[in-house]
């Protein structure tokens, strides 16, 4: 499989390995990434993603602070972004 060598190694790597594992949801963040995944046919989803499912499944009280840690971490998330996050998230 021929890539953008404008992805980094750990995105390639997961694109290169999603389809050997037909039943896997693939975890990307990077927009290149994502676009390459839709084309393929490949399941994904991102960190806010599984946030989420995280508290959906009850395995996490609160997606807040974990989303500010993320951001504390250089995880950039756009404010309407966030906002439709927690308001998923019924916080």
Do not use: N
Request: glycine fraction near 10%; avoid cysteine.
């Amino acid at each position: 499989m021929h890539l953008i060598s404008d992805l980094g190694a750990g995105e390639s790597e997961v694109l290169m390995l999603g389809p050997e594992l037909p039943d896997s949801v693939l975890i990307l963040d990077d927009g290149l990434a994502r676009r390459i995944a839709e084309s393929l046919g490949l399941r994904f989803t991102g960190a806010l993603g599984l946030l989420l499912d995280a508290k959906r499944a009850g395995l996490i009280s609160a997606v807040s602070p974990l989303l500010d840690r993320l951001q504390e971490l250089r995880f950039r998330v756009a404010p309407h972004t966030r906002r439709a996050i927690l308001d998923l998230a019924g916080e």
